[in-house]
């Protein structure tokens, strides 16, 4: 076993997972002044990149761009408020959470009631080996993968490098997958999420095209959008992907030991904790989604216990880009290498 573990200490809190429920229901509250600050201080910001990006394009090309870079760490913190939006997290008024999340939906070409469905679906089956394929990053069991096909472990050997997950499959997902309510194609609700917020986002585009040309969308949108989407898609990655994460099936499943082992927490500096909106305090969050992103961190103060938890730095996190397949017996998420060597040691006689 790789001596080096992607993460550095478990949850050392003897108490059983589901007994944090209760302490953690008193961090729920949003506070509607702190909200909206939290609101005024990203979509502010957000806009005006985007203005000084479009005024740049007549000064140069590679200023634009640059700005547009900068502008995709607001976008990201933009989908990150509407993820809280998805809990009941922001708001105390569900209505307006909700309604502020699909305008969001808009600029983070994520159509908000799909998106909410999938990730609630996410959290009730998270770690869950009898549950997985919606909103999950796809995961083989070893025992899985040496039952398949070649061709069934090329696809998945695809779709797990890095170039696919982290280069291509953002772009896809945001750009294409989005555009239809996959795996909820059968309730009308979804299909309309889908189908305004892409009627929203083609106006969008129509009025910069209008009064922009094609040079805003291409310096601009395309490049901001592509940089926030590879950002949340690691950050997803990293929050169940790592070596002593949690997987179980079903008769042995229980959601809150899942949320409070199968999820990282992910150590960032101030600057990322803050553009991602917390959103590394990941095993507090599955434990109790409805605590506002900006009291996660009041939560650890409170409770050294889970402050030290799950603990993994940016540095460990790049080592979780080469575990592919969980291996039951060991309860390690494994790469490709470890699970051949794992295979022929089960294999060679005592």
């Not at 209505?95 to 990730?119: E, N």
């Not at 909103?135 to 797990?160: C, I, K, N």
């Not at 553009?275 to 050294?304: C, K, M, Q, T």
Request: hydrophobic content about 45%; overall charge neutral.
């Amino acid at each position: 076993m790789n001596q080096h573990s992607p993460v550095t200490r478990p949850t050392s809190d003897p108490r059983p997972a589901r007994d944090w429920v209760k302490i953690l229901a008193e961090y729920r509250e949003p506070s509607t002044w702190r909200s909206s600050f939290e609101l005024a201080a990203t979509v502010g910001p957000f806009l005006l990149l985007w203005i000084l990006a479009w005024l740049s394009l007549s000064v140069s090309y590679w200023l634009t761009f640059a700005l547009s870079m900068l502008n995709a760490a607001f976008l990201l913190r933009l989908f990150a408020i509407q993820h809280d939006c998805g809990h009941g997290a922001f708001f105390k008024n569900r209505t307006v959470s909700d309604w502020l999340g699909r305008t969001l939906g808009v600029l983070t070409l994520t159509p908000y009631d799909v998106w909410q469905r999938t990730h609630s679906i996410h959290h009730s089956a998270s770690g869950n080996l009898s549950r997985r394929g919606m909103g999950d990053v796809h995961t083989m069991t070893v025992a899985e993968y040496q039952e398949s096909g070649p061709f069934t472990r090329l696809m998945y050997r695809l779709y797990r490098h890095p170039i696919v997950l982290f280069g291509l499959g953002p772009g896809y997902l945001f750009f294409l997958q989005n555009r239809i309510p996959l795996g909820l194609m059968n309730n009308l609700r979804y299909w309309i999420s889908a189908m305004g917020t892409n009627a929203a986002i083609i106006g969008a585009l129509a009025i910069i095209l209008y009064f922009g040309g094609l040079m805003p969308i291409l310096l601009i949108f395309v490049p901001s959008t592509l940089l926030a989407a590879t950002a949340g898609v690691w950050l997803f990655y990293v929050q169940h992907q790592f070596e002593t994460t949690h997987w179980e099936e079903e008769e042995n499943w229980q959601l809150h030991e899942a949320a409070m082992h199968g999820s990282s927490h992910y150590v960032m500096p101030s600057v990322l904790q803050w553009l991602s909106a917390n959103i590394g305090v990941h095993h507090v969050h599955h434990l109790y989604s409805r605590i506002p992103f900006y009291r996660l961190p009041e939560v650890l103060r409170d409770h050294v216990d889970l402050a030290d938890g799950n603990r993994m730095t940016i540095r460990e996190s790049f080592e979780n880009a080469r575990l592919h397949l969980w291996d039951e017996e060991g309860k390690r998420l494994l790469s490709f290498s470890q699970a051949r060597a794992r295979l022929k040691e089960m294999a060679t006689p005592g």
